[in-house]
C-alpha cells in the first residue's frame, strides 16, 4: 500500500493522522503544501478548489480529506 500525505507542520490533523500512520507502521510519503506549489495545486485539484489538510491518496487515486482515526483506521 502506497499513501501520500498531504499536509503541513503546524497542522493538528496532520499530526494526528501521521501519528496513527506511524502506531500502525504505514509507509507513506509527506508533502507539505505550503513548501510545495504543486502539491498544494495537486490538492485543489482534487478537492474542487479547496485546500484542507491532511489530505490522504493511495496509490490507485482514492483519498480522504480530514479524516477522522476511524475513518482513516477503516481504510487502512
Keep these: 500500500m502506497k499513501l501520500t500525505v498531504y499536509g503541513a507542520d503546524w497542522c493538528p490533523d496532520v499530526k494526528r493522522s501521521r501519528a496513527l ?11 507539505d503544501v505550503e513548501a510545495d506549489a504543486d ?11 479547496a485546500r484542507r489538510i491532511p489530505t490522504i491518496v493511495w496509490e490507485d487515486g ?5 479524516p477522522s482515526d476511524e475513518e482513516l483506521s477503516g481504510r487502512l
Excluded: H, N
Design 21 to 31: 500512520l506511524d502506531r500502525e507502521g504505514v509507509e507513506y510519503s509527506y508533502v
Design 39 to 49: 502539491a498544494e495545486r495537486r490538492v485543489r485539484e482534487l478537492q474542487d478548489g
Design 62 to 66: 482514492t483519498f480522504l480529506v480530514e
